[in-house]
């Protein structure tokens, strides 16, 4: 069924008995031609754009929960295409292009709101490098203003401007980031690669890959084994996990990041603020609750839940910035596991393991990147060639010493 | 978190920072043959264990010795807690 006002109008006058299920809930075939491993964003858009625009629809995605289990339903929602470097920057800005169509594309209400994201800064040498990472952003066709203070203070009069430590002098604004209810992504996706012929099959894990002289052949699961021609993994949290199965050591680390959202309150927040001197960003729902976050935890974790340290870091931070936030109830806070790698920047590649392929490192800005990492992997897995994009996040890169090190901090799985 | 510190009992682990997994003590051999892989493999690839985990905590603002801590990555729960020192001895580093 499309989704359009008219459908709205006739369940409207028919008690709203005649929607369908979005998705079926097919059994397994014996075979595939893609295995996509991981129902998260990624895995659904991947399975979305091949068939959608690769023509590939003999497809399963195969998710251990259910879809929207992992990170996609755990993150902040923040998209963004504010990056520096050339590897990143054109990637998520094409990630960024696809937010702005996504809807109309494949007809579900995902809630983009590009309601603008403000990073702050707080000294001089911080808005030089902003400067320098506005003007890298126009080089890929993206949108970026420097604001000085006092347009911040129109914008924002809440900030705390004149803070003794961390003074706000002025801050880099991308007027088309913003925030998508991170949900409705995976249901969107799944709903359109359903259509499209997809399979997708919920609480089937998967246990072990088929290998064979060094092919893989398809996978092991809970719901019997299933062959492929191609499996591509997407399982972020767990991608460390999952490789082992096929004898895989990767340049990951998993670790936990939490979130927070306070009770509803009324529009206060103009966008996304995050804070430079201190690591804070936050938002506010369309149901009105501060949704905010920082650092992660800082050790190794696959617990989706976080302890009590970086929850009064994060709340710190928050009131660095914004004392009013210190006025609202903390409603809920939660933790999701991810897939830290060792320069800050995503893997999206074949492995040495013909017919395997890898989606990973997605850290914890993999939100944004959905739609284009959901695209370059579609691509990869259809033509065997990395999308111009996506040219840079090759797994071998930490070996030929090609590290995308945004942050320019050399090798430690706690970036970005 | 709690660390049970072998020397100065139970600290909390804000105390702490974290160096990651316990192999990392072993610095491969600079003059070997395969070196140069060696050292790739040392610096950026991790086993990544969902489970037990044998990790590298150093206690920064307390007496800056070096722990081996023994904890489960999907409990946090911590089961052991050993000085470094006293590992690599153990496993046949003379210092
Ligand atoms: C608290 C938090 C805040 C974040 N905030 C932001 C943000 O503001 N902006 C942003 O861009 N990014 C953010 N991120 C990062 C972003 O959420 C992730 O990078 C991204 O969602 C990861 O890709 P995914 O959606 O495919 O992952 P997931 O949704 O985690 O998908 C992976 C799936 O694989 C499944 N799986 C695992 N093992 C198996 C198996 N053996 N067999 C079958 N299936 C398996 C899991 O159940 C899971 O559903 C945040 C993350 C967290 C945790």
């Known amino acids: 069924m499309r989704y359009s006002v008219l459908s709205l109008l006739k369940e409207a006058f028919n008690g709203n008995k005649g929607w369908k299920p979005a998705w079926r809930d097919p059994e397994p075939q014996a075979e595939y031609d893609v295995i996509i491993v991981g129902g998260g964003g990624h895995g659904l858009a991947t399975a979305y754009y091949l068939a959608r625009e690769f023509g590939i629809n003999r497809v399963a995605v195969l998710e251990k929960g259910w879809i929207g289990s992992g990170n996609v339903g755990r993150n902040t929602t923040i998209i963004r295409s504010n990056y520096l470097l050339d590897g990143n920057q054109p990637f998520y800005e094409q990630s960024l292009k696809l937010w702005e169509g996504l809807e109309q594309d494949f007809n579900y209400n995902a809630m983009v709101s590009q309601r603008g994201i403000i990073n702050l800064y707080h000294s001089d040498p911080q808005r030089d490098a902003f400067v320098r990472r506005a003007n890298s952003m126009r080089l890929s066709g993206a949108d970026a203003e420097i604001l000085n203070q006092n347009t911040i203070r129109e914008m924002c009069p809440f900030l705390d401007f004149d803070n003794a430590r961390f003074p706000i002098q002025g801050g880099l604004i991308q007027r088309r980031g913003g925030t998508v209810r991170h949900d409705a992504v995976a249901w969107g996706y799944a709903r359109g690669a359903d259509q499209r012929g997809v399979d997708i099959l919920q609480n089937c894990e998967v246990t072990d890959f088929i290998i064979e002289n060094g092919v893989c052949s398809g996978v092991e699961t809970n719901r019997g084994s299933i062959r492929a021609n191609k499996v591509g993994v997407a399982v972020a949290g767990s991608s460390g996990r999952v490789m082992a199965q096929a004898g895989m050591r990767l340049p990951i680390e998993t670790h936990v990041l939490q979130a927070f959202v306070s009770e509803g309150l009324k529009p206060v927040l103009p966008g996304v603020i995050t804070f430079g001197a201190g690591h804070f960003y936050v938002s506010q729902s369309d149901k009105g609750g501060l949704v905010f976050g920082g650092d992660i935890d800082g050790y190794n974790s696959y617990a989706q839940r976080g302890n009590l340290p970086v929850v009064e870091d994060v709340c710190e931070s928050g009131m660095a910035i914004m004392p009013m936030i210190g006025r609202s109830k903390l409603l809920r806070m939660w933790g999701g596991v991810m897939d830290m790698s060792m320069d800050g920047s995503p893997i999206i590649d074949k492995t040495p393991i013909d017919g395997l392929y890898l989606n990973a490192g997605w850290c914890y800005g993999g939100f944004k990147a959905t739609p284009a990492s959901g695209w370059c992997f579609a691509h990869l897995l259809a033509k065997d060639e990395p999308h111009k994009t996506a040219t840079k996040y090759r797994l071998d890169r930490f070996k030929r010493g090609a590290m995308v090190d945004e942050r320019g901090a050399g090798a430690q799985p706690n970036l970005h | ?95």
Request: overall charge negative.
């Open chain 2, 1 to 95: 978190m709690i660390i049970n510190h072998p020397l100065l009992g139970p600290r909390d682990a804000t105390e702490f920072s974290y160096l990651g997994d316990a192999s990392l003590m072993h610095r491969p051999e600079w003059q070997s043959d395969d070196a140069e892989n060696q050292f790739y493999e040392y610096q950026y690839l991790r086993d990544n264990k969902a489970g037990i985990h044998r990790e590298l905590w150093y206690h920064e603002q307390g007496d800056r010795s070096w722990l081996v801590v023994t904890r489960n990555t999907l409990t946090h729960e911590i089961s052991s807690v050993e000085l470094a020192s006293d590992v690599a001895r153990r496993e046949g580093r003379s210092r």
